[in-house]
């Protein structure tokens, strides 16, 4: 297994579908997304316990996101695809601020719940090919997605082509430098694997293929001609909610669920001074971010 970051090689760790590269330390895995349609077969997760799981924590970290867009763009009205977009949070909160959005989530069933539920434009499939071959964006976005996709190369040079000059990639991702992922790690080389099988998203539609750090995305987007123009962290998890957070995956069990809900409470209120599970970087174009400065 290369890393397609660095592409170096990537040695197995303690699960046989678990990597990571010698050389810059991107964490991988052989795990495979089965994003399945409910209509014709069956869900490991309730989209509707989902949604409101992540309700209040995607509020908050979408207005982040938008208020830095806002400062990177100096208030330009702007358009924006949601690659991934799900339940649609982003798209409606943009769409408030005045922005043009579209959404483009692979889920047929999630896909049709976001239209019924908000007057947002949501096409079905993936990106790129779900879109219009020459249609092009100020903003293209990865909100919780960039770390699902198989061929992160292949991605990128696909923004590339459907963005407009002076535009911004926007990623959201899991940092595996997170006190989260810490504790799960520390767990599971102890034996007790639950909390890490929960981390990568193990049995799920779409489980985690990559695990990512600044520095990761930082040397992605240099071999595709883009260049970090900023980057922050976000909160991975929030209090509200927390209980249906833990619950929306339908094989959890209930003993593990009341564990983990008992042990992440008490220590929530602390997260701003402990190490952060996720963070958000701004990538542009190397000749616009060089000629903008």
């Not at 909160?93 to 947002?120: C, F, L, N």
């Not at 006190?179 to 779409?206: C, E, H, N």
Request: aromatic letters at 8%.
């Amino acid at each position: 297994m290369l890393c397609p970051v660095c592409n170096s090689a990537m040695r197995r760790q303690r699960h046989d579908w678990l990597f990571q590269c010698e050389a810059c330390n991107l964490l991988g895995s052989t795990l495979e997304p089965h994003i399945e349609n409910q209509n014709n077969g069956p869900t490991a997760i309730d989209e509707e316990l989902r949604m409101k799981a992540l309700d209040s924590l995607r509020a908050t970290n979408n207005q982040r996101i938008l208020d830095h867009l806002g400062l990177l763009f100096r208030g330009k009205r702007l358009e924006i695809l949601d690659v991934g977009c799900g339940h649609g949070q982003f798209l409606a909160e943009a769409g408030i601020k005045g922005h043009s959005v579209i959404g483009i989530e692979p889920d047929q069933d999630v896909a049709e719940m976001t239209r019924r539920r908000m007057d947002v434009k949501v096409l079905s499939g993936y990106f790129p090919e779900g879109i219009a071959p020459k249609s092009t964006f100020d903003v293209i976005l990865f909100n919780d997605v960039f770390e699902h996709l198989p061929d992160p190369n292949f991605m990128l040079n696909a923004c590339r082509l459907h963005l407009k000059t002076g535009g911004i990639v926007v990623i959201n991702s899991p940092d595996r430098r997170g006190i989260f992922y810490f504790i799960a790690t520390i767990l599971d080389k102890l034996g007790i694997s639950g909390p890490f099988y929960r981390m990568w998203q193990v049995g799920l539609p779409s489980p985690h293929l990559w695990y990512y750090n600044p520095r990761n995305i930082e040397l992605l987007s240099s071999k595709h001609g883009f260049q970090v123009v900023s980057a922050h962290p976000l909160l991975p998890i929030a209090r509200k909610n927390l209980w249906e957070r833990i619950r929306f995956a339908k094989d959890q069990s209930l003993l593990l669920s009341v564990l983990v809900f008992v042990s992440v409470w008490p220590i929530i209120s602390l997260l701003r001074l402990l190490p952060k599970d996720s963070f958000v970087a701004y990538i542009g174009r190397t000749e616009d971010v060089l000629e903008t400065h």
